[in-house]
C-alpha cells in the first residue's frame, strides 16, 4: 500500500467499489468519489506546474467547498503541506495566520478571501487556474513527510502550527463502512482537526455522504440543511446545539438523526439537561486536543453525572497528577495526562517545520478525575483557573450553577480586578430570548443563587449581559478576551 495518503484513500475507495457514489453535497451540486480524486488529481497537476515541490506549504483560503476537498488532496499528491484556514476571521487575524504559515502559495476564493490577492503576502491564485486539463496521476513520497498542518484555536495567545504526517493521517483503514445512507454534516469546519476528520476522512474512509455549506450555517441554516438533504449525523459544538434547541422546528429534524455529537469544548451540565430528552442515547459527547487528536469518547445517557465525558480511546492510556506529576488516587482532582503515539507542538513559523514527541505522556492542561470504572471526568481547564482572596476558583463549577437557571443559555465567568484593588469574579450572561428582561433583577437572582450554595470567594460580585460570549471559530469561549483590562465587555 502506498504511503502517500492521498493515494491510499484513493485505493481505499477504489477496494470498496464506491467510484459513483456521491461523496459530497454542497447546494444543487454533487460529486462522486471517483469526480473528487479525478480532480484533486487535476489540482496536483496545477501545483507542479506553479513550481512547487514536495514539502512546500500551500495556504488554502477557502471555504468549506469541493475546491477545498480538491486542493487538500491534490497537495498531498503533489507531497505538499496543506494549511487550511479560516477565512472568516478578520482581515488582521488572517494576515497574521499567512505571515505564520509562510507559504509557497496562497490559494483564494475570490468571495471570502479574493483580498489576498493583492494583498502582497505571497504568491496568490485562485481554484480555477490550478485545475489542470487532465489528470496528474503521479503521487509524491509520503509516509513521515509532512502533509497537513493546522492552527491551534488560539484560546491562550496567538495560534501556533501544528504539523501531520502522511503516516499521522486516516487512509481508509479502519475497517468502518457507513450504511449506504449515512449522510453527515459538520459544523465544526475543515480549518479545525475535528471538522477535516469528521468530513473529509470519514467521507473517504467510511463512504458516509457529506454535506458542505461555504458559508459558516446558522441553526437555522443547518435545519435547513438536514432536512434538504436527509442528514442522519449531525456534528456541532456544544455552544450551537444550545442555539439550535431554539429554533422552533428543532424536534422534528433532530428526531430523525441517528447520532449528534458534540465536540470542540466542554458539554455543560445545562446543555447536557437539555439534549438528553431530546436525543437520549443518540447523543455522543467527543474530547480531543488538535496536537493529540482524540482523548475520551461516551455516551451522556450512559452516566449519571454531568462532568462525565467517556472512556479514553482505546489503546489511551490516562492519569491524573499533581502539580509535582505524582500520579493520583481514584477519584481524586489533578491535570489529566494522556498515553499518546505522537503529539504534534504547534511552532511559530511554519519554516520550524515540525515538532514532534513520539510515545509521550502529554499533559492536556485539563482538570479531571477519572472514576472507578475508567470515565473521565472534566472540570474545566488549569489554565482558567481564578485566584479568589488567596483561594483557587474554577470557573466551571460556577458556570454550571449560573446555567442551571432556566433563564440563562451561557455564562462564563472570570477574575475582575476592582478599582479599590481587590479581585472578585464577574459573571458574563447570555440570556435564553423571549425569557424576560434580562437586568439588574435577574443579575441579583443570579448572584443569590450562587451566594446560596457556593463559598464566598466563588459568588460573583456582578453580572454583565451579552448578547453571545466571545469565541472562536470552533466554539471555544475566548477567556483572555474576558480578562482583558478587567473585562473589554463590561
Not at 504511503?3 to 461523496?23: F, I, M, P, T
Not at 514539502?55 to 505538499?80: K, T
Not at 490577492?117 to 509532512?146: H, Q, Y
Not at 472512556?311 to 481524586?332: H, M, Q
Request: glycine residues 12%; hydrophobic residues 40%; negative net charge.
Amino acid at each position: 500500500m502506498s504511503d502517500n495518503v492521498a493515494q491510499r484513500l484513493a485505493e481505499h475507495v477504489s477496494d470498496q467499489g464506491w467510484g459513483e457514489r456521491v461523496a459530497f453535497l454542497i447546494d444543487d451540486e454533487s460529486a462522486t468519489f471517483r469526480e473528487v480524486f479525478a480532480e484533486a488529481a487535476r489540482v496536483a497537476g496545477g501545483y507542479r506546474s506553479a513550481g512547487l515541490g514536495p514539502g512546500d506549504r500551500v495556504l488554502l483560503a477557502l471555504p468549506d467547498s469541493l475546491e477545498l476537498i480538491w486542493c487538500l488532496l491534490g497537495a498531498w499528491q503533489a507531497g505538499l503541506v496543506a494549511v487550511p484556514v479560516n477565512v472568516q476571521m478578520g482581515r488582521d487575524d488572517l494576515a497574521r495566520d499567512v505571515a505564520t504559515a509562510e507559504p509557497a502559495l496562497i490559494v483564494v476564493d475570490p468571495d471570502t478571501a479574493g483580498w489576498l490577492d493583492t494583498a502582497g503576502l505571497g504568491p496568490t491564485t485562485e481554484v480555477k487556474p490550478l485545475v489542470e486539463p487532465e489528470p496528474d496521476t503521479r503521487f509524491a513520497d509520503g509516509g513521515r513527510a509532512p502533509a497537513l498542518a493546522l492552527f491551534t484555536s488560539g484560546t491562550t495567545g496567538a495560534p501556533k502550527l501544528c504539523f501531520f504526517r502522511h503516516d499521522d493521517l486516516p487512509a481508509g483503514d479502519r475497517g468502518t463502512v457507513a450504511e449506504p445512507d449515512a449522510v453527515g454534516l459538520s459544523v465544526s469546519r475543515m480549518y479545525f482537526l475535528g471538522g477535516l476528520s469528521v468530513t473529509l476522512f470519514t467521507a473517504l474512509g467510511t463512504g458516509q455522504t457529506a454535506v458542505l455549506s461555504r458559508p459558516r450555517a446558522t441553526p437555522a441554516a443547518a435545519l435547513a440543511l438536514m432536512r434538504r438533504h436527509g442528514v442522519t449525523s449531525l456534528f456541532a459544538q456544544p455552544s450551537f446545539l444550545a442555539r439550535l434547541l431554539l429554533e422552533p422546528d428543532h424536534a422534528e429534524v433532530l428526531g430523525r438523526l441517528r447520532q449528534v455529537t458534540a465536540a470542540g469544548e466542554v458539554l455543560s451540565a445545562r446543555m447536557r439537561e437539555r439534549l438528553l430528552p431530546v436525543l437520549g442515547d443518540r447523543l455522543v459527547n467527543a474530547y480531543g486536543a488538535t496536537e493529540i487528536g482524540g482523548i475520551a469518547i461516551g455516551r451522556p445517557a450512559a452516566y449519571g453525572q454531568p462532568s462525565a465525558v467517556g472512556p479514553a480511546f482505546d489503546g489511551r492510556p490516562v492519569r491524573v497528577v499533581d502539580p509535582e506529576g505524582t500520579p493520583l488516587p481514584t477519584g481524586e482532582r489533578g491535570e489529566l495526562h494522556i498515553r499518546v503515539p505522537f503529539a504534534t507542538r504547534g511552532v511559530r513559523r511554519g519554516s520550524l517545520g515540525p515538532d514532534r514527541l513520539t510515545d509521550v505522556w502529554w499533559p492536556t492542561g485539563d482538570l479531571a478525575t477519572i472514576d472507578e470504572d475508567g470515565v473521565i471526568h472534566a472540570h474545566g481547564r488549569l489554565d482558567d483557573v481564578e485566584v479568589i482572596g488567596g483561594q483557587n476558583v474554577v470557573p466551571g463549577e460556577v458556570e454550571r450553577l449560573i446555567e442551571s437557571h432556566p433563564r440563562v443559555l451561557e455564562a462564563a465567568v472570570s477574575a475582575v480586578r476592582r478599582p479599590a484593588g481587590d479581585t472578585s469574579l464577574r459573571a458574563y450572561v447570555v440570556a435564553v430570548p423571549g425569557s424576560g428582561p434580562a437586568g439588574d433583577a435577574l443579575g441579583e437572582e443570579l448572584v443569590g443563587l450562587a451566594r446560596s450554595r457556593l463559598s464566598w470567594y466563588k459568588v460573583p460580585y456582578d453580572v454583565v449581559w451579552l448578547d453571545a460570549l466571545p469565541r472562536n471559530g470552533n466554539g471555544k469561549v475566548l477567556r483572555r478576551l474576558l480578562r482583558a483590562e478587567g473585562g473589554q465587555f463590561a
